[in-house]
Nanobody
Framework: QVQLVESGGGLVQPGGSLRLSCAAS????????MGWYRQAPGKPREPVAT???????NYGDSVKGRFTISRDNAKNTVILQMNTLKPEDTAVYYC?????????WGQGTQVTVSS
């Protein structure tokens, strides 16, 4: 089993920055891909960014150039640095990791971008 603990959400003004962190714990951690997803009210959950164990990244079109994903394999953590935030970035952000063919989700952290 893998447990995920997210932190770093909050309220920020448009143009501001936030840094989300997700730490994985559990036994026999062999996590391949780590990523962030988000879900805004009334909308489906969508991928924001993913990163492989080797450091290859993918980003959603709406966040390219503004968000950066990184990970520390030794600490089993994944970071999402969000810059130039927009009101449309408001959502609950979820951490997701894969161990083999099984994926695990965090509990979610609220990000609100508003003046």
């Amino acid at each position: 089993q893998v447990q995920l603990v997210e932190s770093g959400g909050g309220l920020v003004q448009p143009g501001g920055s936030l840094r989300l962190s997700c730490a994985a714990s559990g036994s026999d951690l062999s996590i391949s891909v780590m990523g962030w997803y988000r879900q805004a009210p009334g909308k489906p959950r969508e991928p924001v960014a993913t990163i492989t164990r080797g450091g290859s990244t993918n980003y959603g079109d709406s966040v390219k150039g503004r968000f950066t994903i990184s990970r520390d394999n030794a600490k089993n953590t994944v970071i999402l640095q969000m810059n130039t935030l927009k009101p449309e970035d408001t959502a609950v952000y979820y951490c997701r990791v894969w161990r083999g063919l099984v994926d695990y989700w965090g509990q979610g952290t609220q990000v609100t971008v508003s003046s």
